[in-house]
């Protein structure tokens, strides 16, 4: 049986990993081959990325080898995948190669897409490359003082951003002794500060000690580099001295030119993950069209959730479980504490006041997460 | 003729069901519509505050068997 997972980030790692693990015996038989392909050699650390733009971290802690996080026994090409051809159960590379599968897993992921908002991508800021992220540290070093508005686009991975970067930027003027000269001004696309509920109902007392102001139902339309004004589509307009954008994003471009979903969202089963139409071509991650957080945690339980899947079909012959709809996301509130959010399709989050420990294992975390991404964790 | 899609958001926490409508309906055409499936009670009222204010319209918005359906066209 050949396995084929597309994409080196954190679902297509873990999902390797698990599934080597699962199928050693089968690997070593000859039975069952995985093959991972990926665009590059590197696996990036995506979380990473907000404590680079704070200047907490260095680029290159962002990033290992690929290869280096494999099990023995998947086999791994630096080979992007240019067609897909799910009916055929093949696809090609941008080398020429064709690769047949019996089993394929997209994990494409995601990106960010300023541009798709006029004026957006260049009089704004994002943490969402490591080009952005290491901007980011740079104008906010030499920031002097003003309105800063955070503006969020939908859909964007990692939902924790808005909150996180409100606090932590709240914090990194504070420390500077500049709270008096930076304001805050935080703007949201629904009714409330944030998706989920309670952690809105907690932002609302951490906006109200720290002074940071809002405006919901406000969805980015363009920004106005000149008059450095944001303007929603809901018709209200907001003046800023420095704009951090959370953009909307896509899937990965390859995606939508394989018509495989509208802006790259792959239709799945929310429990099964096979793609619509398809029972041995499965999606994981970012690039599903699932309602649910587009987050590395939710990547990591549907690859856990899909590996035992997977594995089941090659030993039995049919997948054995669904994958619940669990997320787990850390909350950074500020610099020195954190609280998390923990949820599935049928139980709703409840989050704690943040504390300093949380913070502390969110930063071991950090480390940890490299565990996690060889399928330890 | 208008093209109907519906959105599964029933248990959907994060994002929620109104994300999931301003992500999805940047991707239909004018005149299409989207129905929005949802668990969550306040959908009733959030995706209607929110189609209100930024002009788009709501054709029904009803309740079954607790699962909300809210059908909304693109206007704009």
């Known amino acids: 049986m050949k396995i084929l997972i597309v994409g080196g980030g954190m679902g297509g790692t873990i999902l390797a990993n698990n599934l080597a693990r699962r199928l050693k015996g089968e690997l070593s038989s000859g039975k069952a081959h995985i093959t991972m392909l990926s665009a590059s050699d590197k696996h990036m650390y995506q979380p990473g990325l907000l404590y680079v733009a704070l200047g907490r971290m260095s680029a290159d802690e962002l990033y290992r080898d690929q290869a280096s996080l494999l099990e023995p026994g998947i086999n ?90 409100t606090f932590t930027l709240y914090d990194f003027f504070n420390d500077r002794g500049m709270g008096d000269k930076v304001s805050i001004h935080y703007t949201y696309p629904i009714g409330r500060l944030h998706a989920l509920e ?89 690039t599903t069209n699932i309602p649910i957080s587009k987050a590395g945690s939710t990547a990591h339980f549907e690859a856990e959730a899909l590996a035992e899947n997977i594995a089941s079909m090659v030993k039995i012959g049919q997948p054995v479980r669904d994958y619940d709809g669990k997320v787990f996301c850390f909350i950074e509130a500020g610099k020195d504490k954190a609280t998390y959010a923990m949820f599935n399709y049928n139980n709703p989050p409840d989050p704690k006041p943040p504390t300093k420990s949380l913070h502390w294992f969110k930063m071991a975390y950090n480390n940890l997460y490299w565990a996690s991404a060889r399928g330890l964790l | ?34 129905e929005v499936l949802s668990s969550d009670k306040g959908s009733s009222s959030d995706i209607p505050e929110w189609v209100n204010k930024v002009g788009h319209e709501i054709v029904s918005n009803t309740e079954e068997d607790g699962v909300w359906h809210i059908v909304v066209r693109k206007t704009k």
């Not at chain 1, 047949?100 to 300023?114: C, H, K, L, N, Q």
């Not at chain 2, 959907?12 to 989207?34: R, T, V, Y």
């Open chain 1, 76 to 165: 791994f090409h630096v080979d992007p995948v240019e067609e897909f051809n799910l009916d055929n159960n093949n696809v090609k590379t941008k080398s020429g190669k064709t690769y047949d599968y019996d089993i394929i897993v997209i994990a494409t992921g995601s990106r960010a897409v300023p541009e798709n908002i006029p004026g957006l991508a260049e009089n704004s800021i994002n943490v969402y490359t490591e080009q952005a992220a290491l901007n980011f540290y740079q104008t906010i070093n030499s920031f002097e003082g003003g309105r800063i508005v955070i503006a969020v686009g939908v859909p964007h991975k990692c939902p924790m951003i808005p909150p996180e970067l």
């Open chain 1, 198 to 286: 309670p952690v809105a109902n907690w932002m609302q007392g951490e906006f109200a000690t720290r002074g940071v102001t809002s405006e919901t139902l406000f969805n980015m339309k363009e920004v106005d580099g000149d008059k450095k004004v944001v303007r929603s589509e809901e018709g209200s307009e907001v003046e800023f001295d420095l704009l951090v954008a959370v953009p909307a994003h896509k899937g990965m471009e390859v995606v939508e030119s394989n018509n495989l979903g509208a802006s790259g969202w792959i239709p799945v089963d929310k429990k099964r993950l096979n793609i619509e139409g398809h029972d041995n071509a499965f999606a994981i991650g970012d």
């Open chain 2, 1 to 34: 003729m208008a093209e109907r899609k519906v959105i599964d958001a029933r248990g959907s926490f994060c994002p929620g069901p109104l994300m999931e409508l301003i992500a999805g309906i940047k991707l239909i055409e004018i005149g299409d519509e989207l």
